[in-house]
């Protein structure tokens, strides 16, 4: 494909970052470094681009970070932890306005590293800038919530929600700013201390942001580190000073970090993992819909989105129907580079991926699938087609994997039962799409779906958003709840201070509220 990059999108000097962030400095590094390549190419004949090069850190910067986390925590009793909500929140709103001046650069950044359409790239950005302001504002309602006292049996209690200590926070390349920080920005609101390190793809987006970080929050709230999660992440976690173990990734990485903890009793889990998310498509189900939905659902950001459907199951009486208007809408996407107008399929960002797919291709058609799309499994130097495959059986491997790319599994079924048995014997339990007219037959089926997976998504294609639902899973899929609300109570604890009835405690707290001598006994709020 011709490589035509309009001027504002052209890498015209590598980002070499030599910075990271510890204990409130932004420190100069000057060890081994690695360079940062995007699969999209700059040149007429193909080849990946280089974009520049990020620290190559290993356990005594992750132990410098760890130290720095600890002391500004305090054992709980640090500045951050126990300062002023309004003060955390003021900090807070410092930072989201500069982050708001590095738009075009993140996009930039955004289309380069990881392929995402410029759309998607702005919506990423402007969806993170939303949350971490939605975030402020459910933060201030739910001070305004717990500045009261209750009493009950003759005892007075002043509770609210306290941080948990240090938290590691670990996001994933395919939403690496907006997933990553609704992680890191209610974690770090409500208190805590963190040490970040980005993912491996999605990384050079992240520098924009270290100053300021480190201008508006005080030293060692947030430390920002570069290199390898073996390197970086599983010596912090074999010193058992982790308090939260904060990912979105997948369940293997997660269970390796876990396992390195030597108290994992004491270890909170915030965890967006792996889902094999399925659509369920009914005889009566409305086609022009079901198949606008599906092609959204299953080839968004191709597919590379624990959101994404990544098996369809689909009626018998309708297969045929389905598969040959699905698999043309497939064919006719346009692909392109990110900043090309109406590219929806762009190039995967993991030079191993195409192969990986291919294989998954290769072992259907093995076991008796065929491609029914003409363009399925084409190759470019940087991308696979998405071919569709069908009769997709459970022998298969795009059956049991979580493919995270662009090919599409089709298993057709004659009883509700069938996808219902497959959904419940899964190890995921994200979300699930259901397309149908009939109440009588939708009913039952919300109800038994429900159970087995945390969001039914009627005549919808699955998606997170928006950020105020409940974002989770069930079983290998998840662990805590993301979402604006839930979010900050993931991150924090229920903590009170307790009194009997009695005239001294009265005088007592009389005289704090008065004095306003302490931070957590107070009934002031910000309106």
């Known amino acids: 494909m ?292 599906c092609i959204a659902g299953t080839l968004s950001f191709n597919g590379q989105r624990c959101t994404a459907l990544k098996v369809v199951y689909v009626h018998e009486d309708i297969a045929e129907e389905f598969n040959k208007r699905f698999s043309k809408r497939v064919d006719e996407l346009k692909f392109g580079n990110p900043w090309d107008d109406g590219a929806k399929l762009t190039p995967l960002p993991e030079p191993e991926k195409p192969a990986y797919i291919q294989g998954l291709i290769d072992d259907a058609l093995l076991k008796g699938a065929k491609i029914l799309n003409k363009k399925g499994g084409e190759h470019a130097d940087n991308y696979i087609w998405p071919a569709v495959l069908y009769p997709v059986t459970k022998d298969m491997n795009v059956y049991q994997e979580e493919q995270f790319g662009p090919v599409i599994p089709i298993v057709p079924f004659k009883d509700i039962e069938e996808p219902l048995d497959d959904m419940a014997e899964s190890n995921y339990g994200q979300q699930v799409s259901l397309f149908g007219k009939d109440v009588y037959a939708l009913a039952p089926l919300i109800d038994s779906l429900v159970n087995l997976v945390c969001r039914v998504n009627l005549n919808s294609s699955c998606q997170r958003g928006p950020d105020v639902y409940p974002f989770t899973g069930r079983k290998d899929s998840a662990q805590a709840t993301l979402s604006v609300h839930d979010a900050l109570r993931s991150f924090s604890i229920r903590t009170f201070v307790a009194f009997k009835d009695n005239d001294l405690n009265t005088e007592i707290i009389e005289q704090l509220l008065d004095a306003k001598l302490s931070n957590f006994v107070s009934t002031d709020y910000i309106l």
């Open 2 to 293: 011709k490589t035509i990059i309009p001027e504002e999108f052209q890498i015209k000097e590598t980002i070499d970052y030599k910075t990271y962030l510890v204990d409130g400095e932004l420190k100069k590094w000057s060890g081994n470094t690695t360079q940062v390549f995007s699969t999209i190419s700059s040149t007429e004949d193909y080849k990946p681009t280089l974009l520049g090069s990020i620290p190559d850190m290993g356990e005594p910067e992750a132990m410098d970070a760890l130290n720095a986390a600890t002391k500004a925590y305090g054992r709980g009793q640090g500045v951050w932890p126990t300062m002023h909500v309004k003060d955390r929140i003021g900090c807070m709103e410092a930072f989201v306005k500069k982050m708001e001046t590095k738009r075009e650069v993140i996009v930039k950044l955004l289309m380069w590293e990881i392929g995402k359409s410029l759309p998607d790239s702005q919506k990423e950005f402007d969806r993170t800038v939303e949350y971490i302001y939605d975030t402020i504002e459910d933060y201030k309602q739910l001070d305004r919530n717990a500045a009261k006292f209750q009493k009950h049996d003759g005892v007075y209690a002043h509770v609210k929600r306290g941080p948990l200590g240090v938290v590691l926070c670990l996001g994933p390349y395919n939403y690496p700013l907006n997933e990553t920080f609704a992680l890191l920005i209610p974690a770090i609101i409500m208190g805590n201390t963190a040490i970040f390190k980005p993912a491996k793809h999605g990384v050079l987006l992240i520098t924009p942001l270290l100053e300021a970080f480190q201008s508006c929050f005080p030293k060692g709230v947030i430390n920002i580190l570069f290199g390898r999660g073996r390197a970086v992440a599983a010596p912090i976690m074999q010193t058992g000073k982790v308090d939260v173990l904060a990912l979105i990734g997948n369940s293997k990485s997660a269970n390796a970090l876990q396992n390195q903890h030597p108290k994992s009793n004491r270890l909170r889990l915030v965890l967006g993992l792996e889902a094999k998310n399925p659509a369920i498509i009914l005889p009566d189900a409305d086609l022009d819909l079901t198949i606008d939905e």
